[in-house]
């Protein structure tokens, strides 16, 4: 014969609800569909950290396009503004020189190699020999 008094007794304390809340938290959390690669529960995809060789090169890339060397890949169309595209060159220059002392070697190489490439293609479409991008436009 077994009395009431006999069967072990549960004690919820607040404690433990709080324990179990947080647990079933963890759980729907493990359990919720995660986003594809890449993608934010916005719909906008991950950026990358901000980088300074990727930044020159959209600034270099930009300057090619308004000198005609590539066609826009927004429109197709060949584009030309070469006022504009020395003014990007002479800020990838005012860049290297801002942050001279603070590039790795390979960040510097490949700033002067990107110069150098930005202003031959300046001087091949302009054909002004004498004034390369250096400072401010004329």
Partial sequence: ???ENDKPKIIIDSDWKKEAELEKEKLAEKSAPKPA???QPDGHEDLPPPEFLQHCASLATHAMILLGAVPNPMTGKQEFDPLY???L??????????TKGNLTAH???TLEHLIGELKLAWLSVTGQAGAPPQGKPA
């Fill in 1 to 3: 014969m077994t009395q």
């Fill in 37 to 39: 690669h890449g993608a």
């Fill in 85 to 87: 595209a020395r003014h």
């Fill in 89 to 98: 060159i002479d800020t990838i220059v005012m860049l290297r020189e801002k």
């Fill in 107 to 109: 960040e510097s190489e």
